[in-house]
């Protein structure tokens, strides 16, 4: 079994006290706390603006446990991108921004769709999850 | 300014044959400047009593519609330990209230959402703990 750890920190000064907080999770398969997720598809891709793309499109089995990572590199922050699964919005990651979800995968159809506006940004992402559909050639 | 940062580590010794050390930070700004936000809910540690969405109670409001400018970073952690309590975000605003995505017992998620959409939540067990936070810049 692979042991794999996701942990945040966020950190503020927002308020008269600071804020820190911390969450750390085991990312285990769907059901049980003794089996790891054991697949990840990683990347890194500069995505060009106008068309809708499947930035994932082996679909995630539905049920399973699958968690998604997802970057925008760009250093304009005027730029981002838009993520959808199953053609719903989920999040819009401005440049330097970063979202992880434990996704719902609902159907057979809900791939992770991504967006470029206001020119090419490049994404960093990672699938880790307990197996996918493939796509047959 | 204040300073708001959100770090994310993803960390494993044996899932590839290379070690995965996985470590990024973004800083929360206001949408379309490298200006830091202002303003967050605080963070909120709430029960969810409702089993479906569409119910009249019981149901947790994490973010209203055009609360905020834009974007609103939301942070949520399910607290439970029992695997299978789970918590499902959904958008309130758009037909047929879409399921977002959902947290098992232990999960956390951030991300950027969209500011013109309310977002709640419900559970598979009554009572669901759960904590949240939402940064941006009101509006």
Not at chain 1, 90 to 109: E, K, V
Not at chain 1, 120 to 127: F, G, Q, S
Not at chain 2, 96 to 108: E, K, N, Y
Not at chain 2, 124 to 139: A, H, K, L, R, W
Request: with cysteine; glycine share 6%; proline share 3%.
């Amino acid at each position: 079994m692979a042991t794999t750890t996701a942990a945040i920190t966020l950190t503020s000064d927002l308020m008269s006290d600071s804020i820190s907080v911390s969450a750390s999770s085991t990312l285990m398969k769907a059901g049980t706390t003794a089996d790891g997720l054991d697949q990840m598809d990683y990347g890194v891709i500069e995505i060009p603006t106008g068309d809708q793309y499947d930035l994932i499109c082996s679909t995630p089995t539905a049920s399973k446990a699958t968690k998604l990572y997802v970057k925008n590199h760009s250093i304009d922050e005027t730029r981002y991108v838009s993520i959808m699964i199953d053609a719903q919005d989920i999040g819009r990651l401005y440049g330097g921004d970063w979202m992880f979800i434990p996704a719902d995968f609902h159907d057979a159809n809900a791939d992770v769709e991504i967006t470029s506006n206001g020119g090419t940004n490049k994404i960093e992402y990672a699938l880790l999850h307990e197996g996918t559909t493939l796509v047959a050639s | 300014m204040a300073t708001t940062t959100a770090t994310i580590t993803l960390s494993s010794t044996d899932l590839l044959s290379d070690e995965l050390a996985l470590t990024t930070t973004c800083t929360l700004t206001k949408t379309t400047t490298s200006t830091g936000i202002e303003d967050t809910t605080g963070l909120n540690r709430k029960k969810i009593t409702s089993t479906a969405k569409g119910t009249t109670s019981g149901q947790i409001t994490l973010y209203t519609a055009d609360d905020f400018a834009a974007i609103p970073y939301l942070y949520i952690k399910n607290l439970e330990t029992t695997v299978g309590n789970r918590i499902f975000i959904y958008d309130d605003t758009t037909s047929g209230d879409p399921i977002q995505f959902q947290l098992d017992a232990g999960d956390w998620a951030f991300i950027p959402m969209h500011g013109d959409k309310t977002y709640k939540a419900y559970a598979t067990t009554n009572p669901t703990s759960m904590e949240f936070m939402v940064m941006g810049q009101d509006q």
